[in-house]
Structure formats: structure tokens, C-alpha cells
């Protein structure tokens, strides 16, 4: 217990101290003056107030998660296991792919091929077989991509990601799985340290390589604890767990079916886009989601208990449901403004600089130039 505190409290500072310097250094002006190649993107603002957010979160996430993982298991003070070292390794590997993705143009299908093989590896064939194996790793595959669309909002993956990694973390211990626990704890405290950079107005973003990392290890962390359990209350389990994921998920695909765009390419249009639509601040977002992934994620962990049954995962499929539903309504027409109409183009406005003539305005004539005038030619002073 004493050490799981510890790990907590120095991934929490780690991360945020790495996010901090990480930030400073991607800043700093380039050769000809300008934002240097780590700097990012500017996140949509009013002209005049964008700021560069860059998306090296993640690297300090994946860095000092691994960093006090291994410490504990190489100190045996928390021994991660067979298992678990190799879940880690993983999703070290997806999220190197995902820092590759932020710094350079990687094609998509490369990028889900990088997640996809890593997904492979990570997933307990002994207990689920070739079979459930690979419908687990797909599954890993779609929550890892899901992930992505949550660093689209401020501050909306840190808080998703904690809420999901202590959960996750109870029905661990539950399970008497206490490497998976001890690497849960430190995700946890490691996105929480993110959070204090990330929550809106963002200064750093998680990226590629942040989302998908701890995507991909809270989706297998959910395959190898459920991997012995009962399918029903297992698929039961995992489902609630990631409610809010699949719930954006469902947003992501319509907006991309609706835009006409390809599957493996980014769309606009994100849960957290929608609640901003909605009148709600980037600060209401963030509590909005973070209340619907912790309701999702208590009835995970009551099911994984025990306390509720299988059954009690139609809430949350039900709440799917009706929000992909939701997102399948296409927003209607604005209504205009009630005013007068536009000016003719053939009505004259006074402007300064010179005569208008139908609309059109004529450039000021220079001093000492002649016009012509009804009365004669007239000299300009």
C-alpha cells in the first residue's frame, strides 16, 4: 500500500514536471524565427487569440508510466508479471507509433497496422482461444482508435482516462491481479499529472501518442481482467467500462458518414463538439463527460463485483443508443435574421475618396488632374 502511494505520487509529479519541460522545449522559435517543428497545431480560437497547444503530452504520460512501472518491478517492490510486462511493452510500442503520427505524415492504414499488431500481442490466448483472441484484439483496436477523438477536446481525456484507470484499478485488485492494479495506479496518477497542463485552456495535448497509448492499455487491461469470467457479465463489464468512448465512437462515425469522409481519417464533429454546441464552456465539458464516463464506470465495477448483474449494461447501451440517435439527426437550416434586405447594387453609397457611380466606387482623382463636368472641365486642386 505504502509503495502503490508512493508510485502514485511520483508518476503524478513526473508526468507533470516532463509535461511542463516538454512544453518549454517545443516552444522555443525555430531557425527562421518562427514555431518550432514540435509547437503543434493552434486549437480554434477567436482571430487574434490562438495559441499553440503541443502535442507531446502523451510522451510524458507513456514515459513516466513505464518509468515507475519498471521501477517497481525491477525493485520487486510491485512485481507486474508475465502479462502485464508484455501489455506494457505494447502499448509502449503503439504509443511510439502515435508520437511518429504527431512529428511526421504517416498514413492511417499504417498507423492501425502499428496498433493492430501490437493489440495481438497483448491479448491472453490461453484463456480467451485463436478465436476470442482475435475478436478481443479488434475490440482493442476500436477502443484504442476511440480514444483518439477524446484529446480533440481540452482536458476531456485526462479526466476520462482517470476515471476509467481507477476503476479498472478496483476490478484488478478484485480479481487479485496485482501487477495490472499497480500499473492501473500509476496510469492514473500519470494522467492526472497530465490533467494539470491539459485542463482547458489546454497548454499541452496528449496527441497521438498519449491517446492511443492509454487507450490501448485500458482496453487490454479490461480483455485480461474479464478474459476468465463469464462471457455475459465479462462483455458486460468491459462494455460499461467504456461507455463514454463508445458513445463519441458512435458520433465520430455518423459525422464521418455524413461528411462523406474515409473511416480511418479524422472528423470534425466529437461528443465534446456537440455539449460546446449545446451552450455548454470547455470547462462544462470536461465535468459533463467526466460525470457520464464515472456513471459508466461504477455500474462496470458493480458488475465486476458482483453487486449488479449482466443486465444492468443496458443502461448504458441504452444510453448509447439514444446518443448515436442523436447523432444521426441532422441539425436543421439557421434561421436567418429578421431585417431589411440587402442594398441594390445600383443604389449609390457615399464614400469617401472619390465619386460613386452605381455602386461602384472610382478612385480619387490626383491633384492637378482635369474632369469633366456638365458645366465644362473642371481642374482638381
Do not use: N
Not at 492501473?184 to 496528449?206: K, T
Not at 441532422?330 to 453609397?349: E, F, L, M, N, W
Amino acid at each position: 500500500m505504502l509503495y502503490g502511494i508512493a508510485a502514485a505520487t511520483a508518476a503524478l509529479l513526473l508526468t507533470a514536471a516532463l509535461s511542463a519541460l516538454l512544453r518549454s522545449l517545443a516552444l522555443r522559435p525555430g531557425a527562421a524565427g518562427g514555431p518550432g517543428l514540435l509547437a503543434g497545431r493552434t486549437r480554434p480560437r477567436p482571430p487574434g487569440r490562438e495559441r499553440r497547444v503541443p502535442p507531446l503530452g502523451g510522451l510524458a504520460v507513456a514515459g513516466a508510466t513505464a518509468l515507475v512501472g519498471c521501477a517497481g518491478d525491477w525493485t520487486g517492490a510491485a512485481p507486474l508479471g508475465a502479462q502485464t510486462s508484455r501489455l506494457l511493452v505494447a502499448a509502449l510500442v503503439v504509443a511510439l507509433a502515435g508520437l511518429a503520427a504527431d512529428l511526421l505524415p504517416v498514413p492511417p492504414p499504417l498507423r492501425l497496422t502499428a496498433v493492430a499488431g501490437a493489440a495481438v500481442l497483448a491479448v491472453p490466448y490461453d484463456a480467451l482461444g485463436v478465436p476470442g483472441g482475435v475478436l478481443a484484439a479488434g475490440w482493442i483496436v476500436c477502443v484504442t482508435r476511440a480514444f483518439r477523438s477524446l484529446d480533440q477536446s481540452d482536458g476531456v481525456l485526462g479526466t476520462v482516462g482517470v476515471i476509467t484507470a481507477f476503476a479498472l484499478g478496483g476490478c484488478a485488485t478484485a480479481e487479485v491481479m496485482d501487477g495490472l492494479a499497480a500499473l492501473l495506479s500509476v496510469l492514473a496518477a500519470a494522467l492526472a499529472g497530465f490533467l494539470m497542463h491539459g485542463w482547458p485552456p489546454a497548454r499541452i495535448a496528449a496527441g497521438r501518442c498519449g491517446s492511443q497509448f492509454a487507450g490501448f492499455v485500458l482496453a487490454s487491461a479490461a480483455v485480461l481482467v474479464h478474459a476468465e469470467r463469464p462471457a455475459g457479465s465479462g462483455l458486460a463489464a468491459g462494455f460499461a467500462l467504456t461507455a463514454l468512448v463508445t458513445v463519441d465512437a458512435a458520433f465520430v462515425l455518423v459525422s464521418r458518414r455524413r461528411a462523406g469522409r474515409p473511416v480511418l481519417r479524422s472528423a470534425p464533429d466529437h461528443l465534446a463538439h456537440r455539449l460546446r454546441r449545446a451552450g455548454l464552456t470547455r470547462q462544462g465539458v470536461v465535468v459533463v463527460t467526466g460525470l457520464a464516463a464515472f456513471a459508466g464506470a461504477l455500474v462496470g465495477l458493480f458488475i465486476d463485483l458482483g453487486w449488479l448483474g449482466a443486465a444492468a449494461a443496458w443502461w448504458p447501451a441504452g444510453a448509447v443508443l439514444a446518443a448515436a440517435v442523436a447523432g444521426a439527426v441532422r441539425p436543421g437550416p439557421r434561421a436567418r435574421r429578421a431585417g431589411p434586405g440587402p442594398r441594390s447594387r445600383t443604389h449609390a453609397i457615399p464614400q469617401p475618396g472619390g465619386p460613386v457611380a452605381g455602386g461602384v466606387r472610382r478612385p480619387a482623382d490626383p491633384p492637378g488632374a482635369v474632369r469633366e463636368a456638365a458645366d465644362g472641365p473642371v481642374k482638381i486642386p
